[in-house]
């Protein structure tokens, strides 16, 4: 079996990364040298392309050193490719990086060097989990029949058995819930395993459209998990490099730039190897580009009616910066001064940013209508409704008249989620923090089930 972060009892445990939140500031760890690292760290564990680090200084976390070999076929082919744990580290971090900012627990905790990161100290769940969404590879193999790329809706989840000695079998979910792994205390069952699932295809999907404005198909994906020794949470775990995917250029695998092309080699030349460092370069150049919005970023504009509204109004700025998109708050009366409103609404049209409006009006809702009928821009209402009233108020924002299309959503956190999902349609950042939003909320209502059961047992 492979060698891990850390261990328990029979199975074995791989380096891994914990979702980092605002807490106490973590001490600064000087950027050593390689040659510096035993002075302030004790190895716990090596593989074939990393080593793992505890941080004698720093209790709960590890450092990840990445090295200059490269293997294939569970190291029966291995070289050393000069550069490459520089291109590995920097590849990872901002992966991780996207991931982390995005809303996905990772155990992530900052570059440290040009080598080796910094990552919350996990025990490892020794399985990989793939997600594909173009069958190649492998999975042809294994499945006799079906044409190399065969595209699968939703992406297709497979795991298997870290054994380096059984060339890591393929396992079903039910085979990894029987085994009753246990790690850091917390053992796997159904709900973990269906969180690793959800988890593993929520990962893919926001890689998969981080990838799609540079015209880069992601094919499929390796990832794997830990638990987090401190929070006893299943997160994200060991890295994502070139070697944990495959990536083609305009969709064509001739042009592929990860790992296969050095698994495809029928013999290993200097000039060989160059080539697989100039793909694995080539990535590296343009995954920090991932962690940029690819178009000029959106912004909403509400305009309330009155101040009285400022409250409501603020929900709904809160609520955007949540996604990452700006939000900016006007006052105007469409009833008392349609002329300055619609002056408003020009100024925010001639600027060439993307925008949408939302209009916070009670009573009587003039400022949706007369903005919708004015405007090409997307236009929302959200008006704070009385107990009162509000019955009879919601229909001067339901009942539009012919030719305009505004919605209405009377949640202030719903509003801005609309407006986040207009942005989110070309702006990966915008789209991955909204996938990472409903793949957090389904993993509480997951742990919430699982909790209530166990209370009523």
């Not at 490269?70 to 291995?78: E, L, S, V």
């Not at 593993?200 to 890689?207: G, P, S």
């Not at 909403?300 to 101040?307: D, N």
Request: hydrophobic share 35%; proline share 5%; with cysteine.
């Amino acid at each position: 079996m492979r060698p891990g972060w850390c261990t328990s009892g029979r199975h074995p445990a791989r380096a891994s990364r914990v979702h980092w939140r605002p807490g106490p500031a973590l001490p600064s760890l000087p950027c050593l040298r390689y040659s510096q690292i035993l002075n302030w760290a004790k190895k716990i564990n090596e593989g074939k392309t990393k080593e793992v680090y505890e941080l004698l200084n720093y209790p709960g976390c590890v450092l990840l050193q990445s090295k200059d070999q490269i293997t294939a076929g569970n190291a029966a082919r291995k070289n050393i490719m000069e550069g490459k744990a520089a291109i590995s580290n920097t590849t990872t971090s901002c992966v991780f990086q996207l991931l982390q900012d995005s809303g996905i627990k990772t155990a992530f905790v900052r570059k440290h060097s040009d080598t080796a990161f910094m990552a919350a100290h996990c025990e490892m769940i020794p399985i990989e989990w793939v997600c594909r969404r173009i069958a190649t590879g492998s999975f042809l193999k294994r499945n006799p029949g079906v044409e190399e790329g065969y595209k699968f809706y939703p992406p297709k989840i497979e795991l298997f058995y870290k054994d380096d000695a059984a060339n890591d079998p393929q396992w079903s979910e039910e085979q990894l819930i029987e085994v009753k792994l246990k790690l850091a205390g917390l053992e796997i069952g159904q709900t973990e395993v269906d969180i690793m699932a959800q988890s593993t295809r929520a990962i893919f999907e926001i890689l998969e459209k981080a990838w799609q404005p540079q015209n880069c198909t992601l094919v499929d994906l390796k990832v794997e998990f830990g638990v987090n020794v401190a929070t006893k949470e299943i997160v994200l775990a060991d890295v994502i490099d070139n070697d944990s995917w495959r990536l083609w250029p305009s969709g064509d695998r001739k042009q592929q730039k990860d790992k296969q092309s050095y698994r495809d080699l029928k013999e290993v030349t200097p000039e060989a190897l160059q080539m697989v460092k100039r793909n694995f370069e080539w990535v590296a150049e343009r995954v920090e580009l991932l962690l940029k919005p690819q178009t000029t970023q959106g912004r909403v504009v509400v305009l309330m009616g009155s101040t009285s509204d400022l409250g409501h109004c603020e929900k709904i700025k809160k609520a955007c910066g949540n996604y990452g998109v700006s939000c900016e708050l006007r006052v105007t009366s469409a009833h008392k001064g349609p002329d300055e409103t619609l002056r408003i609404k020009a100024e925010y049209e001639g600027d060439g940013i993307p925008t949408v409006f939302v209009a916070v009006a009670g009573r009587s809702n003039g400022l949706g209508p007369v903005l919708s009928g004015n405007t090409a821009y997307p236009v929302v209402n959200c008006p704070p409704l009385s107990a009162d009233w509000g019955a009879q108020d919601i229909w001067s924002s339901l009942r539009m008249p012919t030719g305009l299309g505004c919605s209405t959503i009377l949640s202030p956190e719903g509003a801005a989620q609309f407006a986040a999902q207009i942005f989110g349609l070309n702006d990966h950042c915008v789209w991955a923090k909204l996938r990472s939003c409903i793949l957090n909320t389904w993993i509480s209502l997951k742990q919430a089930d699982k909790k209530m059961r166990e209370y009523t047992l």
